[in-house]
Structures are given as C-alpha cells and as structure tokens.
C-alpha cells in the first residue's frame, strides 16, 4: 500500500501483440495520463525476456511521466496480457513495489472493457479468434485461441486464407468467379494470380497482412459478390459457435448471455454482424449481442479501480470516457 | 544424336521434393541402371540453383555409372521436375550432348506411369494435392497443385491441418470427442495438447510431420472414430472436385476418362478411395478409378522411349517390370 500523501492512483496495461499501452487514472476514473509501449509477445522466443521488460517499463514508466506522477502513488495495477502473465506482474510489481498487481490473460481483460466489467461473453476477432465468459459467481469459460495452424475458426487470418482459396478455386474453374480474383492482388499492389502466389511464398505477404484481406472480402460482399458473401458468413458461423460454445459451457444457452463483439472482423459490417446475431439468437434465443463498450486497456482499467474500491458508477465512467486517450480508442481497432 | 556403335539408351529423372532418381535404359525397357540424387526443390530461394545442378547431374551420373555406360550412348532424356523445369534440360543437356533432353512438369510424367502412357486423369495426392488430365488429341488441364497457404485442399497436409483443428475444437467442446485427441500427441511422442501445441508453433513439428497425420487418421477411422471418417470422407470429396473439374474442363464428363490415383493420401485405404470413386462416378459414370500403374519416375521413361520411336508394347513393359529397382516403386509412395 502507499505510504504517500498523494491520493492513490491505479495504472492498467495492455501488454498486445503490435503494441503495449497503459493508463494512470485516479480513484474516481479520471486519466491523467497514457504511455505507449512496444510489442509484449512470443516471451519464450529469442529476444523476449527484453521486448516484454521493454513493453511494461517503458509503457508504465511513460503513462506516468506524462500524468506527472510518481510509482509511489499507485496503489493497483492490472495487467491485460496476450502471454506471460507472471513475468509482466513481475516487472511491473519491481516498477511498483507500494502496489498490489494482478495480470489476467487479456481475454479476461477484453470481456472487462466490452461489457463494462459485468458477466457476459466477449468474441473477439481479429489476426485470431477467441470467446471468453464469465459469470458473476466467477465461473469462466474460453474457447477457440489456438492459433493460426490449429484453430482461428472465423478469424481474419482464415478469412483471409480462404479469400485466398476462392480465388485459386475459380482460377481452376473448381469454384464460382468471384471479384476476390481482381481485388486481392489490387489490395498488394499487384496484378495477378501469378504474382500473388509469388509474393506469398516467398513471405512478402506475411500473416497480419493476409487477415488485412478481411476487409476486402467485406468490400466485394458489399459489391454483391456472391463468394464473398459465403466466405463471411461461414466466418460469422464460426465466430458464433466460439460463444455458443462457451455458453454452453456456463450453463446459459436457455437464460441468455450478453454477447460482446470487438476485433477488426466485427468491424467489416453487417455480413459479418447479421449471420453472427442470427446463429446466436437462434441457439439461444434469451441471449442479446452488443458491440463491445470499451477496449481491453479500459477492462484493465475498470478491474484496478474495482481493486481500488471503486465502483463503477455512471459518474466514474463519465469521468473515463471524458479523458480516454485517443490512443485507447483506435487500439481497440488493431486488436487480435 | 548419338555418333557412338553402343546400343543406344534412354534416361528418364524424376526430379522430386525430397529426392532424385534417374533410370537408364535400353530402348526395349531393360532398366540397366538407377541412380539417386538430392532433391531438386525451391531453385528460386538461396542454394536452389546450386541443389539442382547436384541433383540433376548426381542422378544422372550416379545411374550411367550403376549401368556401366558413358554420357554419348543416351539418344534421349525426360525429366519430370516440380519446377525449374528449363535450368534442368539445360543442365542434363551439358551432360548428354548427344541426347535429345526435353522436360516437363511431374504431373506431366505421373500421369504417363499411372495411365501407361495413356489418355486420361492423375490425381497426386500426398503432401499437396493436384489433378492433371491429358487427351490424345494432346489438349490437357490442371487444377490444384496450389500449394499448402492458398490449395491443396484434399492433400495429406490439408488433412492434418483438419485433424489438429478437430483436437482443439474437442478440447473446445465445439466438436465432437474422437481417438485423434490421444492418437496425434502420441503419434510425435507427446502426451498432451499442451505440448502439441508448443512443439507446432516452435516449428518442431514441420508440415511434411503435419502430412504424415493422414495416416494416423485413417488409423483413427479403421477403428470406428467418426470424426476421424468424415475428415476423409471431406478430403476425398475435395480430391473428387479436382479429378472432375479436370475431366469436365477436358469436356469428357459425358464420354468418361480414366481416373489414376497415387501419393500417400489414396494409400491411407479406403477411406479415401471409396467416397472418392463413389463421388467420381456419381457426377461421371463412364469415368474409371484406377490405382496408378507406375511412378512417375516410370512416365518420365515410357515418354523417353516413345520419343526415341520405342511403342510401349506387352513385352516392354514386361521388361521394366522384371528390371524396375525397388526404389523407383517405392519412390511413389513418398510422392508430393
């Protein structure tokens, strides 16, 4: 605990896969300041001891310097993190020693942001694919985040993949012609189906930028594209078997769920959004689906203030969305 | 052409992914020598030029020298390459000055070995996945062959791919159990998903170990496991499509072509074989599955005979069975 006579304050961190952000706020919800960070991923890779101690020191040491306060005045901390959960608490609780730190895989932390801290499922869908719930006795449940290789049902990245596939299926006349075949290449700046195979197997298109093809197959749905329009209800399908699944396993599929939504496929619209509401409402129909209120880093921000004392009243969260940093808007867009 | 009094030969290579093999022969089909080489895979990324010209001129010498000839008795030479099919005449061209070399793409010489030289369709499926048919009338087509990122569907690593995803769905609880849960860990000496998991995406498990998963899965359906079953079920289908799509892009789903299969996926038994011939016959009843005669190594052979005015007759064939060396058998069943 503080020893200070500053009032206490509370630091949240998003430790992400791109990008590393934390917020310093006081008790009542007003941020003071928010510091940026680099990439806190693959800790068991070379290099990732430092990139992860780089990513909490500079992005905790930043948030404070440009609130203008001291370690001394924090008194909670929280941790969103995509991986290393006790060696990010460990940093940052050397960074902190008056504090008490508690680090949640960001899935938790993300379900925090979109549902204002109450129970309910968050999917989340950008370069991956995860759903996570948890209801109010604490009962949690996840399912889907397993990566590229084995999973990411419905993700960006499979989208991508399979916009990919529909164009080399129409190139053999195995599938229906599809604008994908004109737009993809266009999206890299190139001019055929030769050259897209090039670039992607000799790497110059990497992971991050395929599941970019998200948006592009949401542009030839829009279009009319009767491929596109597949590709992304199969992925909407997909996406609502991750959160029936998970509630499912809470016990919820007859009283209903709040269903959260937030990641970079959310945000390619209503082919996405219809197909996804519809297969949740038809399984479970007491469930409802909201897009997600806030970013994870204001999950972890809600959870240090609730370990704070604090509770989340619609004047605390007036005071945050009054200071909420650009910053911690557009990062929820870049999520994954 | 050759100014030598020695009988005149052939040379036949099959220039692979993971090896070479070069076979000499006398123009009635007495196999007199094989030779081995490296493989002759990726000539556009580093070392590639430097690893064709050994696997080329390694086969090549290796089977003159197992066959006690000199380079000036081949009159002429095929080769059956996955790519870089012109640096590899050129280079078979330095050795045999004499020889008429031509080259053509390993689907080209698989089809020749499976049909005996004959019109019709080869489906190759082992760690990818391609359908290559051929008239007499010399019109041809491809589908497939697009590799692992953007095709292969209905290929060996295809199917391992689906075989880790419905462990993770299992885990889930968003698939149904199945044997593939205990099997797979077990089969890359692990016990747990959790290890799986760590040892694919550290690249400890590389996609040619993914491929060799489609064993593990026939295992899975021969003892009843349902999941295991439909995966199979799915990848005949898909290897159906390209087999039909060939056939009917050739405008002979009416009139029917013969329908060769080879490669380490159509070995996995009949789990594959049955609902692929089920789903060939539905869509093209006059059509014919065969298991392919010959390797591809055999075709790159029978099109170096007919080209040096040799007619693959009963007595030909009977003298490249009786000569044929176990490794040009069982350099089919490692085909990809």
């Given at each position: 605990m503080a020893t200070t006579s500053h009032p206490p304050l509370v630091l949240a961190v998003d430790g992400g896969q791109s990008s590393s952000l934390a917020l310093v706020a006081t008790?009542?919800?007003?941020?003071l300041g928010a510091g940026p960070g680099g990439p806190a991923n693959h800790?068991?890779?070379?290099?990732g001891p430092e990139r992860l101690r780089r990513a909490m020191t500079d992005s905790t040491l930043a948030a404070l310097e440009a609130a203008g306060q001291?370690?001394?005045?924090?008194t909670h901390a929280v941790l969103g993190m995509t991986g290393a959960m006790e060696q990010a608490q460990a940093l940052v609780q050397e960074l902190l020693p008056h504090a008490s730190v508690h680090s949640y895989h960001d899935s938790v932390t993300a379900l925090a942001g979109a549902s204002v801290a109450r129970p309910g499922v968050v999917v989340i869908a950008g370069t991956g694919a995860v759903a996570y719930g948890r209801l109010t006795d604490g009962r949690e449940a996840l399912a889907g985040g397993w990566g590229y290789i084995m999973g990411d049902e419905g993700s960006g990245h499979d989208i991508g993949i399979n916009a990919l596939r529909a164009i080399t299926q129409a190139a053999d006349g195995r599938g229906a012609p599809t604008l994908l075949s004109e737009l993809v290449p266009q999206h890299f700046g190139l001019t055929s189906l030769k050259e897209l195979h090039a670039a992607i197997y000799r790497s110059a298109i990497d992971r991050t930028q395929i599941a970019s093809l998200c948006r592009v197959v949401a542009a030839a749905a829009s279009r009319g594209d009767a491929v596109a329009t597949t590709l992304l209800a199969n992925a909407a399908a997909d996406l609502a078997h991750l959160a029936l699944t998970v509630i499912e396993r809470l016990g919820q599929i007859d009283a209903g769920l709040d269903v959260y939504t937030t990641g970079g496929v959310f945000q390619s619209?209503?082919?996405?959004s219809e197909p996804f509401a519809r297969a949740i409402e038809r399984r479970s129909p007491a469930s409802r689906v909201h897009e997600a209120a806030f970013a994870p880093v204001v999950g972890a921000l809600f959870l240090a203030l609730q370990a704070a004392g604090t509770t989340l009243t619609d004047e605390v969260l007036a005071n945050i969305r009054a200071t909420l940093p650009r910053r911690a808007i557009s990062k929820q867009s870049e999520q994954d």
């Open positions: 008790t009542d919800g007003q941020i800790y068991h890779e070379p290099g001291t370690p001394e005045q924090i619209g209503r082919f996405i």
